[in-house]
């Protein structure tokens, strides 16, 4: 019987040290499971918001009136002034979705490589639309409390206005300066 004892007792430290092994890779397993299930979370909370996103962004193309909507890269293309003032509250919607936006993808809810990559193309190519340089002078004022997406239009904004030939845009920088489209001339030299 005391043998039996002593055999059992040079056991001991090996199911220890099994026992041991076995409650670490349950942990690690346990730790991935969150982390995965953490991820999955992000990832559907981030494909709400950007779904969200796009039927805002599909309302408010249906607020823009078509021919305004369409003809937004010519330069030379005029707002009726029939359609003036929907026009500008369209693009006060487009902008402050945008500005909603810039923000989300600040705090890491649209990823540099995916949904935020296209969506910041698509807003430079927007922003740098002589229809929305246009509107923007008047619309910056709304976005005063928001001073890096006010920097960023106009940054976006600056390198499209001064590769344009004289025009009559005069620039509202954030310090409120206006440059003349003289001035923005000169520069695009």
């Known amino acids: 019987m005391e043998q039996i004892i002593n055999q059992i007792k040079e056991y ?7 026992s041991t092994i076995i409650a670490a890779v349950s942990v690690g397993f346990a ?8 991820r999955n979370n992000q990832r559907q909370t981030n494909s709400q918001i950007f779904l969200d996103c796009v039927k805002r962004y599909e309302k408010i193309l249906e607020a ?4 305004v909507w369409l003809n937004r890269f010519n330069p030379i293309a005029d707002v009726t002034e029939e359609v003036a003032g ?3 509250m369209a693009v006060l919607r487009y902008l402050n979705l945008c500005s909603e936006e810039f923000y989300l993808k600040k705090q890491g809810y649209f990823s540099e490589y995916g949904i935020g990559g296209i ?6 190519d927007n922003l740098s639309t002589p229809l929305f340089v246009r509107e923007w002078e008047n619309l910056r004022v709304e976005f005063k ?5 006010t920097d960023y239009v106009d940054s976006v904004q600056r390198k ?8 009559t845009i005069n620039l509202t920088l954030t310090n409120n300066e206006q440059i003349p489209a003289k001035q923005i001339d000169e520069l695009s030299k």
């Open 86 to 88: 929907q026009t500008t």
């Open 12 to 18: 001991v430290p090996f199911a220890q040290l099994l």
């Open 145 to 149: 409390f928001d001073k890096e997406f």
């Open 64 to 67: 823009f009136p078509p021919k």
């Open 160 to 167: 499209v206005i001064e590769s344009l030939p004289a025009k």
């Open 31 to 38: 730790a991935f499971g969150i982390f995965k299930t953490l």
């Open 119 to 124: 969506w910041e193309e698509v807003l430079q």
